[in-house]
């Protein structure tokens, strides 16, 4: 009898310890489950914020680029060579022209809200991290407030009281041109090339990094778009 009682008790507390752990396997199975569809949802997310990313990025590196191209422009004006004084109104638009640093955080925002070992692949998750808290906060600190690449504070007022004086104008008050020679003392013909030198210089500066930064991009979209693929 004793015994008969023991194994009818030990078969209800296996069927109960079976049916706990499977409740847990099921619950732990959901819940890994959403995670993923988690994961991946906030990973299109963030692809999709790099494409935009990295337009806005090659959009400043060719707004850097022209704007090297408006100080040779005016390097060659102030020295008295000969120069198409019909282009003057771009490159007098560009040549200390300030750009701001566009990025799209919110899939990051996202996934740290979640917790960002819902990233399950360590490799991509330090990539993603590095991204967002290294490289764009670097960015936006250099294009907006580091002060060598505040260009229109830095330059706009001295070279514009040399330039000023020599731009043409039509009835609606667009540039037209450009009244030629220059005629200014040595003393701020050097200054005026010191500043062109620096602005130049700061320019090439930045596009580096930017350069770099490009590429970083384009890498995390490539893992990204690999990892999508194997989910």
């Known amino acids: 009898m ?6 009818t008790y030990a078969f209800e507390f296996l069927s109960i310890f079976v049916a706990v752990i499977s409740a ?13 569809r988690a994961e991946t949802k906030i990973l299109t997310e963030i692809l999709h914020g790099l494409e935009k990313d990295i337009w806005d990025v090659q959009e400043n590196m060719t707004g850097h680029q022209q704007a090297l191209k408006a100080c040779a422009y005016f390097n060659r004006v102030i020295l008295g ?8 109104q ?18 990051y925002e996202t996934l740290k809200s979640r917790g960002l070992e819902l990233v399950r692949n360590d490799s991509l998750r330090t990539d993603i991290i590095s991204l967002y808290e290294y490289q764009y906060k670097t960015l936006k600190t250099l294009e907006e407030d ?3 690449l505040q260009f229109q504070e830095n330059y706009f007022r001295e ?5 000023a004086p020599h731009l043409q104008f039509d009835d609606q008050g667009d540039i037209t041109g450009l009244s030629l020679p220059i005629d200014i003392g040595e003393e701020e013909r050097q200054l005026f090339q010191s500043y062109l030198w620096k602005i ?8 580096k990094f930017y350069v770099a930064l490009e590429k970083k991009i384009e890498r995390l979209r490539q893992k990204i778009t690999i990892e999508l693929a194997n989910s």
């Open 146 to 148: 580091y002060y060598e």
């Open 90 to 107: 771009n490159y007098y638009f560009g040549f200390i022209r300030d750009f701001i640093s566009i990025q799209n955080t919110s899939g």
């Open 24 to 36: 847990f396997a099921l619950n732990n199975w959901n819940e890994n489950q959403r995670d993923h």
């Open 159 to 163: 070279m514009n009281q040399i330039l």
């Open 81 to 88: 060579q000969e120069t198409n004084v019909d282009t003057v």
């Open 2 to 7: 004793k015994s008969q009682q023991w194994k």
């Open 200 to 207: 130049s210089f700061n320019r090439r500066w930045i596009l």
